[in-house]
């Protein structure tokens, strides 16, 4: 019997084993193949968590040892063997009782002290922050610039060095805005305003995405926010005050703005592109979807589904739930869009930059 028993669990195990290697594998590439690190510190507020979180890992650690230690040493101490009499039926022990009741709560008082101190550390507001607002949509992100009057989309771009206000709220169902390499996670409430105050300690690109189930596209809802020094980031505010580039005539970007503005696509019934404007004064001002001024200039389409390729914004115009199945915008069929216009459209959203 005791045979069996093993045989089962070994065949379990063997089972168990190959396929946790696999779901533990797939965590370790997401958004495109990066990696989101908590340990891959870049800013104050990822820090002072991390700074919380190592100490109480390694107290739990010591724990788990000493805990599994005692048990395992039990179990083959006193393992019953054939022929030992039936031990004497205890109702337990009182010290031991007591004991193991005061020690934890001793344990969870002294970790609530630096607990309380990190979260009331990071929820008071630093002086004069940059402000970005956040909108969480299903399923993309929105990022306003109310002091520059411009909105972007899936993208957030802030100074390096200098403290930063995320303002956030959603439109339609609860979302968290979480890049654990900036600062922890934070819910998007709709009807509230919720906030994350962080400072970015170095350049570069960084990737975040909802960690709150938000519906089936909830996986694929990413972002990125871009780092730069003062003056890069200065000159990046000033393109998009520009807004979008005025295409040469006669040339097939010019033909992709009418492509824009026409029946067939409309795209502008759901999106706004700052300064386009198409010959009859119809004004590309929509808020639906996501804004498209200086597209092009964006490393992502769809929230992260897809890269930034002429190829893949084909496609994605093409029919954007072959990628990212349930969102809201809709499929353009070629009696809609002929591969011609298409193949404007793609050249005009491209160049705007």
Same mark, same amino acid.
């Not at 403290?163 to 609860?174: G, K, L, N, Q, Y």
């Not at 097939?252 to 795209?267: D, L, M, T």
């Not at 115009?317 to 969102?327: F, T, W």
């Given at each position: ?15 168990? %084993?190959?396929?946790? @290697? ?17 340990? /891959? ?8 968590? *991390? ?10 650690? &010591? ?6 230690? %005692?048990?395992?040493? %039990? ?13 004497? $039926? ?18 969870? %008082? =002294?970790?609530? &002290? ?10 008071? /507001? ?12 299903? *399923? *993309? ?22 403290? &930063? ?50 519906? =089936? ?41 009418? &492509?824009?503005?026409? $029946? ?17 004064? @119809? ?44 969102? /809201? ?25």
């Amino acid at each position: 019997m005791a045979d069996l028993i093993r045989c089962r669990r070994g065949i379990v195990l063997g089972t168990l %084993a190959p396929l946790l @290697t696999l779901v533990l594998a797939g965590c370790s590439g997401i958004t495109g193949g990066e990696v989101q690190s908590a340990n /891959e510190l870049a800013g104050d507020n990822a820090r002072s968590i *991390w700074n919380l979180f190592v100490p109480i890992f390694w107290l739990s650690v &010591v724990i788990f040892v000493l805990v599994q230690g %005692a048990l395992i040493y %039990a179990v083959i101490k006193f393992r019953a063997k054939e022929g030992d009499p039936i031990p004497a $039926q205890l109702h337990g022990n009182t010290k031991v009782e007591v004991a193991w009741t005061i020690a934890p709560a001793i344990i969870l %008082a =002294v970790i609530l &002290v630096p607990t309380i101190t990190t979260i009331a550390s990071l929820a008071e /507001e630093p002086d004069d922050p940059y402000v970005v607002d956040v909108v969480g949509h299903q *399923w *993309w992100w929105e990022f306003e610039y109310e002091d520059e009057g411009f909105k972007t989309g899936n993208v957030m771009h802030i100074p390096v060095d200098q403290p &930063v206000e995320v303002r956030m709220t959603a439109s339609d169902v609860i979302h968290s805005f979480y890049a654990p390499n900036l600062f922890g996670k934070q819910d998007l409430i709709p009807g509230r305003t919720t906030h994350i105050y962080f400072t970015a300690e170095e350049t570069g690109e960084f990737y975040g995405q909802c960690y709150e189930f938000c519906g =089936v596209q909830h996986a694929n809802m990413h972002f990125r926010i871009m780092v730069h020094e003062q003056d890069e980031f200065d000159e990046w505010i000033a393109s998009q005050q520009e807004g979008a580039i005025e295409p040469e005539p006669d040339t097939i970007e010019a033909e992709g703005k009418e &492509v824009f503005f026409q $029946q067939g696509a409309a795209c502008h019934a759901c999106h706004a592109i700052d300064g386009a404007v198409a010959e009859d004064g @119809t004004e590309a001002v929509a808020e639906v979807g996501p804004n498209l001024t200086n597209l092009g200039d964006r490393p992502i389409l769809g929230a992260g589904s897809l890269e930034n390729t002429p190829e893949n914004l084909r496609d994605w115009i093409r029919d954007p739930h072959e990628s990212k199945p349930g969102n /809201e915008m809709p499929a353009f069929s070629e009696s809609q869009i002929s591969d011609e216009d298409l193949d404007a459209l793609v050249a005009y959203l491209s160049s705007l930059r």
